[in-house]
């Protein structure tokens, strides 16, 4: 029982370091690499995402956490980011 308790822990652990991960690379490319806010978004909806595939019950974490900090780096590239639709980004993800 406590052999499968750690494994658990070590588990989640190592998928917390994975969510981690996939938001930094994505800050990366927010920084550096992807060329148009559309695509930025579309980084952002593709992290999410993932980060989901890794925690299915944490999508109000992740809007909590890590959305703001996304959503700063694309603000301070290109401003205000609005759809297509008009709607702000932050309301589509």
């Known amino acids: 029982m406590i052999g499968e308790q750690s494994r658990a822990v070590l588990e989640e652990e190592a998928r917390l370091r994975r969510v981690q991960l996939l938001v930094d690379a ?37 809007d909590l956490l890590y959305l703001p900090r996304l959503l ?4 301070a590239r290109w ?9 702000p980004v932050g309301s589509l993800l």
């Open 72 to 75: 700063r780096l694309v603000r």
């Open 26 to 62: 994505a800050c990366y490319r927010l920084r550096r690499q992807v060329a148009t806010p559309r695509a930025a978004v579309d980084l952002i909806v593709e992290t999410k995402a993932r980060v989901l595939e890794l925690f299915p019950d944490k999508a109000s974490q992740f």
């Open 79 to 87: 401003g205000t980011v609005e759809s297509r639709s008009s709607e």
